[in-house]
């Protein structure tokens, strides 16, 4: 039987590879893109998608996800949680550490890569923790999980407490040429703080986080990454300092990139209500300054990636009180459209927005995804700017509910998530 071909035809076809934005066709045969020209002809054994009116993109890659599995299932499973990413768009996440057990074994990745083959959904990419069960002391055995398909080592969800142990996975980081993503908070000066400090907690009567917990582990970790070498990676950045002190490291020459996530670029801690825990997340949302600051960093390349991180709960926990609420929101979901927020403010060309969310965040963990080149794989996601709709919790393919965007008006919408060649996800489209 001859092979399926998969023709997607006369979309906005954008690779930020090599900076092409026009309007083509694409071929794609056996799970990968075989021409990709301004007409390709339609034939009889071809199934066509038209994308017309449509932006075609490399599928997006999300460097920070929380998929809660092993261990916290109730929260999200594998399954439930790549079904949520290519919903969004996503054709490959990376799924943080901090799981029950946590993932600081062979074992414990090969169990995530078996699931995630079985759910046959978005491509999972396991990042293990730096130390053994996160404790902050021993450090993880790097060597045989980045030979085990690990992309990146991380204790997402506080810093490594320990400079020298810090440094040391810095070091080994260069020599095997793999990131370590830093959650840059030094807790001892938040204690028991649960939202930004400022005005605005004073005014809800919560407890403070300080923008200088964040800005002092990344000024220490930068100092570690210039003396030790290694890749640093500095996960959600929320404060103006910190941006600085990153775009400063990259002119000094340092192997230092970083993220953002929606949240952080779109809300302030002025939209934090009290009695809703869905605006408690680490690091807590910041004040405008910091927001203008890190839309800065974003259109000037000192931030090299937009990451969700999706952080999902169960409604029950998220029911408690502010004080009480375990920290994160949901995001895989609710992505594209606030990307999208930023070039309809004129703040990102469509291209960049685009690169945010798949070449860049690909070259950080030197993935081969990220591009429409001929002979890729097949990972595309095309989606409707223009589209509008309400986020509505109930309709998340995550099991988490927690977001603070419930109720708004989102533009821009996943019409087609392709994996491989395969399409996995099917909104509505203008034909439908
Ligand atoms: O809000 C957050 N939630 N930030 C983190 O760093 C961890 C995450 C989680 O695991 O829930
Ligand atoms: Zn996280």
């Given amino acids: 039987m001859e092979p399926p071909s998969l023709l997607i035809k ?9 900076g092409s934005d026009s309007i083509a066709d694409i071929l794609i045969q056996n799970g990968k893109i075989v021409q990709k020209k301004s007409f390709i002809p339609v034939e009889k054994s071809m199934a066509v998608i038209n994308a017309s009116g449509l932006v075609v993109a490399p599928g997006f890659i999300d460097i920070h996800t929380h998929l809660r599995e092993p261990g916290f299932e109730h929260k999200e499973t594998i399954a439930s ?3 949520s990413a290519i919903a969004g768009g996503f054709t490959s996440i990376a799924c943080m550490a901090n799981t029950n057990p946590v993932n600081d074994s062979v074992e414990i990745t090969k169990l995530i890569l078996q699931k995630s083959k079985e759910a046959g959904l978005a491509k999972v990419l396991p990042i293990a923790s730096v130390t053994l069960g996160m404790k902050g002391q021993k450090l993880s055995s790097m060597d045989s999980l980045k030979e085990a398909g690990v992309v990146a080592f991380s204790e997402d969800g506080k810093s490594v407490k320990d400079s020298s142990v ?10 095997l040429d793999i990131p370590i993503i830093a959650h840059c908070e030094d807790q001892e000066l938040s204690p028991g703080g649960v939202m930004n400090e ?3 907690a004073k005014k809800l009567g919560l407890k403070g986080i300080p923008n200088e917990a964040e800005n002092v582990m990344v000024r220490r970790d930068i100092r ?15 404060t103006a300092e910190a941006v600085g002190l990153v775009r400063r490291a990259k002119r000094d020459g340092i192997d230092v990139t970083c993220e953002t996530t929606p949240h952080h670029f779109t809300l302030t801690d002025e939209t934090v209500s009290r009695n809703n825990p869905d605006y408690k997340m680490s690091p807590p949302l910041r004040s405008h300054s910091d927001v203008e600051a890190i839309l800065e960093g974003l259109a000037d390349g000192a931030i090299d990636a937009i990451a969700t991180d999706h952080a999902p709960h169960s409604p029950e926990e998220k029911s408690a009180s502010f004080e009480n609420a375990p920290l994160g929101i949901v995001g895989l979901e609710t992505a594209l459209p606030l990307v999208l927020n930023l070039v309809r403010s004129k703040v990102l060309n469509l291209p960049r927005a685009v690169a945010l969310l798949t070449n860049l965040p690909a070259k950080i ?13 097949a990972d595309i996601t095309i989606f409707d700017p223009n589209r509008e709709w309400v986020v509505d919790p109930a309709n998340f393919k995550s099991k988490g509910r927690n977001t603070p965007f419930t109720g708004r008006v989102m533009k821009g919408k996943v019409v087609y998530t392709i994996v491989g060649g395969k399409i996995l996800f099917k909104g509505e489209t203008n034909d439908s």
Wanted: a positive charge; charged letters at 20%; glycine letters at 16%.
């Fill in 166 to 175: 810090m440094a040391r996975a810095l070091g080994r980081s260069r020599v």
């Fill in 224 to 238: 570690l990454a210039r003396e030790n070498g290694g890749r640093l990676h500095v996960a959600h950045i929320s």
């Fill in 81 to 83: 949680g790549t079904s």
């Fill in 10 to 18: 006369s979309g906005r076809v954008i690779d930020p590879t090599d």
């Fill in 365 to 377: 963990l030197n993935l081969p995804q990220g591009r429409l080149q001929i002979g890729a794989e």
């Fill in 198 to 200: 400022g005005p605005v």
